[in-house]
């Protein structure tokens, strides 16, 4: 039986803006065959909207705890919901 799609929004707290990082979720979302967006927030967090297969949500999650190479992650506030269907996957 195949799993329904799901959606994973999570909004990253730290030194996440001005440092690559959401360039660096967009890589790896895209890696992961992602749908969705990563946008900085006017409160200097990031959000990161992603839609696919539980396990490959997973891995990114993985790797927005990592952050990349000049980031500097602090928390994760993690939600997960049905996927609704985005397609491509973005950086604002």
């Known amino acids: 039986m195949l799993e329904k799609p799901l959606r994973l929004t999570v909004l990253v707290s730290g030194q996440v803006q001005g440092v690559g990082y959401r360039r660096f979720v967009q ?22 909207i992603a839609e696919g297969e539980k396990p490959d949500l997973e891995q990114l999650l993985h790797h927005l705890k ?27």
Do not use: P
């Open 27 to 48: 890589r790896q979302a895209e890696i992961l065959r992602l749908t969705g967006y990563t946008e900085n927030l006017a409160d200097g967090r990031v959000e990161v």
């Open 66 to 92: 990592k952050g990349s190479t000049h980031a500097v992650v602090s928390s994760l506030e993690v939600q997960w919901a049905e996927a609704t269907g985005l397609t491509g996957f973005f950086s604002y």
